[in-house]
């Protein structure tokens, strides 16, 4: 989110609402100039901000694994374990987790094959 961390390539407050609009969903990345300087305070900043605009069902842990340099705290996948359990320590029940974590990505990626191949027929 832009109003976390002034990087001109995170979405703005506007941006993020017609993504919810049209069932989009929201990956948080992990490269620290999109995130800012302190890796778990400002993941948690994110999803609450988006959790206040009433956008549970559209946020997935993102990541961005596939070339970027990453913070200490999560330097690759076997890491984002580590991640849940200080996001639980934080506050955040394990419903929304859960959500995060799997079923909004999942739900999105069936609605989208659904669409998909409904087209098809």
């Not at 900043?45 to 200490?72: T, W």
């Not at 984002?80 to 359990?85: E, F, K, S, T």
Request: proline share 3%.
């Amino acid at each position: 989110c832009r109003s976390i961390c002034g990087n001109k390539r995170n979405l703005t407050d506007s941006q993020i609402k017609l993504l919810a609009q049209k069932g989009g969903i929201i990956g948080l990345n992990f490269y620290p100039p999109f995130l800012g300087d302190s890796f778990y305070d400002d993941i948690y900043r994110n999803i609450y901000h988006l959790c206040e605009m009433g956008l549970e069902n559209n946020i997935a842990i993102g990541s961005d694994f596939d070339g970027a340099v990453m913070p200490k705290e999560i330097k690759n996948v076997s890491k984002i374990p580590d991640l849940h359990a200080k996001l639980l320590e934080m506050g955040l029940k394990k419903d929304l987790l859960y959500k995060f974590f799997y079923k909004n990505g999942y739900d999105f990626t069936t609605n989208l094959w659904q669409r998909a191949f409904s087209i098809l027929k």
